[in-house]
């Protein structure tokens, strides 16, 4: 009987422990440049909720490694072309003596400069938008803001300005980040049209998700250009003919609305125009908050 009691003891031991083995040889194996290795966890039990729990914490490190990763590589491509512009003039400056010439190379270079601070400011962006506390959560009036995003779009250039239509009641997300990704938008909407173009934003309210859109009847994304505008550094195919830019703005808008559990949509056709909307849930964050009294 003790024979017996003890090989079941062993084997019933043997399994329960198992994936503490397993958490331990997970461990062993995870290098710096190596997370993906997860305990392959089966049945029930303390040991086997330690095992989850482990696997939990290393998509979160990996996640952070990878961010860290991307935002490494992204600054190294995006930054290398100013400061190669930056190191030639100032090195012709100190060639030239001509006061007025010095004057256009430091100008040059500063705006230079400007440029690098805004690409920085994007690619942090990009780095935090999937981590805890990107979103700053709060309930929004949506018909205020509907006209609070069209008075500050109508600083950015002299366009046809209008309010396609404004959301009636609250949703709960983040608002500046929000009026951010509609500012890139319309900022966006303002390199691909001219001064008699229209640009609208709107934005609608029903049980389940906020519309945002902005509007304009400007020259159009072409059908393979829609497929690839929102990945990081990507520019349309002649948008290099209208204005300079990082192609950061459309990933800025594409990273705040999957922060918020949505996405953005675009319909666009080349010499008519395009349509961008902004897709989130009405609530981002269930259970975060009481919904206010109507």
Known sequence: VLLIASACAWLIAGRVLKPVGALTDTARSISQSDLTHRVNVRGAGEAADMARSFNAMLDRLEAVFRSQREFVRDANHELRDPLTIMRGHLELMSLDDDPAERQRTIKIVLDELDRIGRIVGDLQLLAEADQPGFLDLEWIDAELFSHELVSKATALDARRWELDRAAVGTFFADRHRLTEAVLNLAHNAVQHTDTEDTIAIGASLNEDVVRIWVRDTGSGVSVSDQEIIFNRFTRGTDAHRRYAGGGLGLALVKAIAEAHGGHVEL?????????????????????AAEWPES
Do not use: C, D, H, Y
């Not at 319909?267 to 259970?287: C, D, H, I, W, Y």
């Open 267 to 287: 319909e666009s056709r080349l010499g008519e125009g395009s349509t961008f909307t902004m897709v989130v849930p009405k609530q981002a964050n269930q259970g």
